[in-house]
């Protein structure tokens, strides 16, 4: 297994992108599926703002595929169950990540597993996935367990919470200590505040398109800079402290260092870094956004808290669930409830990708170098595979439900080998802080909340999710 470097790109200056992207759209071999193709600012803001609907009308005027103009570029959509397993699993080879629409991440990841292609990217997940396996993930519910109890400790009745923030914070320090061995006390970690130099970065992706293609001080991207910067100094120290003390655990950190090719190469320390950061990024940004978005629901949905709480009364009698009910998800209500969520708001809400070759699909034709997206979250809301999906409903995910939903209409993990490797871990962990809160609090809204949501990169709630705490 030789070391290789990630895949090269076409280019990183946002204008020759630009000019790149022109000139693929020129030379397409083939024409664009139908759509919305004109140049339009206000459909690009409303891309940036409040995709779903756009992405909803669009899929009732045109189908499952389609072209939407997105600032300058010609973007395909594509919908559904057939059009989600095309992407991701049966055609997933004609399709990369890393010149996708959402390189930008690039900026704050690097090239870490969710940002490169194979083989480099096969090669990394080679290195990461014994740390994924099933019983590794189970020996973390102790730590997970731990970190929810003291971010717990301060809860009184009536206090006031932001759900959002506060997953946040736990969620980091959850995947610094599980994934990494890091010890959020320790005295790098400590002398920076991970959670919100991570807010700090994600705004970049937050600001309109435009802003994000201007550089220099004091724009979103000095911020992203300087954030991005922070980060690395406790995971560049944290490598370095590793190197030196030769101290090794079973953590994602450990089989990193030690990852070797045929010729005994290691791993340089950004390599390194950029899996780190990768991992940090997508291990606690989409589980906070869930253990909100499920929060806001159960508040709305009392009925859907008391079958959860009813359900815990009778399998937990009155104690702890155990490591194997937490990993297996045997908690049948709140399974439901979190699945269910995960359909509503799945937090990775796209799949960017770019096209390699022309193809075909239900009857369109696509060019090469064609910016080809799927969406979880679009796809979910499908009023012909989901009825009535603005409604909030766990019993669409029973056994026997579930079993009859086509292949490809339920994505919140993606699919084939891109499927989220944090998949396991993520579900734990939100079903620990979840039955650990239920079992104590229950969480009302403000009085007179109302949602908005944030989509970039994940979709999160704008706001955050202000909440009062009430005793059970
Ligand atoms: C509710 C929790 C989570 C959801 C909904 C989620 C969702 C996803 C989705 C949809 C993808 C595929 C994106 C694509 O096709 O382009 C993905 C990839 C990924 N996720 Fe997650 N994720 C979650 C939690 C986690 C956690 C906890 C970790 C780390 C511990 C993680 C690490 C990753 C990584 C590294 C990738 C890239 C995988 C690859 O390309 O091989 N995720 N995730």
Redesign the pocket.
């Known amino acids: 297994m030789a070391v290789l470097e990630p895949p090269p790109l076409r280019h990183r200056n946002p204008f020759r992108i630009l000019l790149q992207d022109l000139a693929d759209e020129r030379a397409a071999g083939v024409a664009y599926p139908p759509g919305e193709t004109s140049f339009s600012l206000t459909r690009t803001k409303r891309f940036n703002d409040e995709p779903l609907p756009l992405l909803l009308e669009c899929y009732q005027r045109y189908g499952p595929i389609y072209t939407i103009r997105i600032l300058h570029s010609n973007v395909v959509v594509m919908l559904g169950p057939a059009a989600n397993h095309y992407i991701?699993v049966s055609h997933a080879s004609n399709f990369i990540?890393r010149e996708s629409h959402f390189r930008d991440l690039m900026l704050l990841l690097g090239d870490g597993?969710?940002t490169t292609d194979d083989p480099y990217?096969r090669r990394s997940?080679l290195i990461m996935l014994p740390a994924f396996h099933r019983e590794r993930i189970a020996a973390a519910v102790d730590t997970i367990a731990r970190e929810t109890e003291l971010a717990l400790a301060d809860w009184t009745p009536d206090k006031r919470i932001d759900i959002y923030v506060w997953t946040r914070r736990l969620a980091l320090r959850v995947?610094m200590r599980a994934?990494f061995g890091l010890d959020p006390d320790g005295q790098t970690a400590r002398s920076i505040d991970a959670a919100t130099l991570f807010e700090q970065a994600l705004a970049f992706y937050a600001a309109g398109y435009q802003h994000r293609f201007i550089r220099g001080p004091r724009t979103p991207w000095a911020r992203l800079q300087h954030a991005s910067r922070e980060l690395d100094r406790m995971i560049y120290s944290e490598i370095a402290e590793r190197r030196r003390s030769g101290r090794r655990g079973e953590d994602i950190l450990s089989l990193l260092l030690d990852a070797e090719d045929e010729d005994s190469q290691r791993l340089a320390d950004q390599q390194i870094r950029d899996e780190m950061m990768?991992?940090l990024f997508?291990?606690h940004d989409?589980?906070t956004s869930?253990v909100a978005f499920m929060f806001y629901e159960l508040a709305r949905h009392p009925e859907v808290a008391a079958r959860i709480i009813a359900e815990q009364k009778e399998l937990l009698s009155g104690g702890e669930p155990s490591a194997e009910q937490l990993a297996n998800g045997e908690l049948a209500q709140l399974e439901m409830t979190l699945e269910e969520t995960?359909r509503k708001y799945?937090?990775?809400w796209i799949?960017?990708r770019k096209s390699l070759q022309a193809f075909e699909f239900e009857g369109h034709t696509v060019p090469a170098n064609a910016y080809v997206n799927y969406s979880?979250w679009a796809s979910h809301h499908l009023p012909d595979v989901f009825e009535e999906p603005a409604e909030f409903r766990p019993e669409r995910f029973t056994p026997e439900a579930k079993a009859a939903l086509a292949k490809g209409a339920y994505i919140?993990?993606?699919g084939g080998s891109?499927?989220?490797?944090?998949?396991r871990?993520?579900q734990l962990?939100?079903r620990t802080i979840a039955t650990a809160i239920l079992s104590r609090f229950t969480l009302e809204l403000n009085h007179g909340f109302e949602l908005q949501i944030r989509q970039m990169p994940t979709i999160s709630p704008k706001q955050g999710m202000p909440m009062i705490v009430r005793a059970r």
């Open positions: 991701t990540w597993l969710l990217h997940r995947a994934l990768t991992l997508a291990g989409t589980t869930t995960l799945p937090p990775a799949g960017p979880s919140p993990f993606g891109r499927t989220c490797i944090g998949m871990f993520g962990e939100i």
